[in-house]
């Protein structure tokens, strides 16, 4: 036991404080769609009476080249909570990580909405905070090693439990003694309660924080296949339809929509073709994408497979982070376990910074004292 105690005791006082940071900022992201709207950083498109068809994709992409003239247009996006509404995503160059613009527009008539405020905002300071601390791929992958210190500390904590409440029924909270022992007693039962939900949330996290190398990976190899036969073909010549790229991807995959489309020369692409990522139609599979790859040129279909399960498990793992899965109510739920998890850290920061008021020989007359009760030596999660 004294082992699960070091293990527990020393993993969670590592992590604490930036697990702390990542559920306070973590929290109001769950509500990231709701936030934005409300501060006016995204709009709805306005109702319309009955269009004639949907609106010319060309067109929307060559207004957004107009409003960014010097900018390359990378992405042309598709959110399936938003179906009157299309997303084109600008950068400096075409192989850019970082975006100039995101542009809305009616996917109706084709109207441009709004231009979203980026790297503007309280939202976007809290997620830079939750994603990488403003510190690029260093800062996310060292929170993914708080983010496997947590797990650590969940499993060593579920080990002393057991001990721990031979003395107690489950659920005690023993109002009667001092602060220090109600708030392990609350601490001890909050973080049994929410073990499962802060697990999965916390390897979820660890996941996402290899995004960049999991798609840096599919990039090396995947993508480079697909593209492998195409090395030696002549530059393209001309305007590209990105109408007819779009038809030709779902003509292939007829029970998919488009989640997004990346341009020909991003890193998503080459420099000959588009490839339309594909997702299902139901909430699981809405998750889970299909590259398909189209010639620019003649816009037909060349190449399309599934991707490589570690990807589909990144994409899984992304919503269910968030809670993105079942609407309101499961951001909801979302949320208030959250603040629970806030309790349970806030709690443990403070019973070791009480736990250090406490002598030394008080602590250890209790310890022998339990002893003799035969109570383990080391019976405390915390």
Known sequence: MKT???????????????????CVTGLPLIFHHEIDHALGYSVDPPPMAAVAGP???DAIVADARRRRPGDAV???????DEPDVWFVRTAETLEDAGLTAFFTYD???????HAYPVNQGIMNVLLRLHVDMFAGLPGTLFLGGMGLLLAASLVSGTVLYGPFMRRLD??????????????LDLHNLLGIVTLVWVMVVGVTGVINTLSIPIFGQWRATQLAEMTAPFR????LEGPVSVDKAVRAARAAEPEMDLSFMAFPGTRFASPNHFIAFMQGTTPWTSKLLKPVMIDAQSGTVVARRDLPLYVQVLLVSQPL???????MPLKIIWAILTVVAIVVLGSGLYLWLARRKIPVEAR??????????GAPARSRPA
């Open 4 to 22: 699960w105690f070091l293990v527990h005791k020393w993993t969670s006082l590592v992590s604490t404080v930036f697990l702390l940071m990542l």
């Open 55 to 57: 609106a010319s994709l």
């Open 74 to 80: 990378q992405f042309l996006v598709r959110d399936p």
């Open 107 to 113: 996917a109706r008539s084709g109207a441009f909405l």
């Open 170 to 183: 489950f659920g005690a909270v023993r109002r009667d003694r001092s602060a220090r022992l109600k708030w």
């Open 232 to 235: 030696d073909a002549a530059p």
């Open 321 to 327: 982070h968030f809670g993105d899965y079942g609407g």
């Open 364 to 373: 250890l007359k209790a310890l022998k004292r339990g002893r003799r009760a």
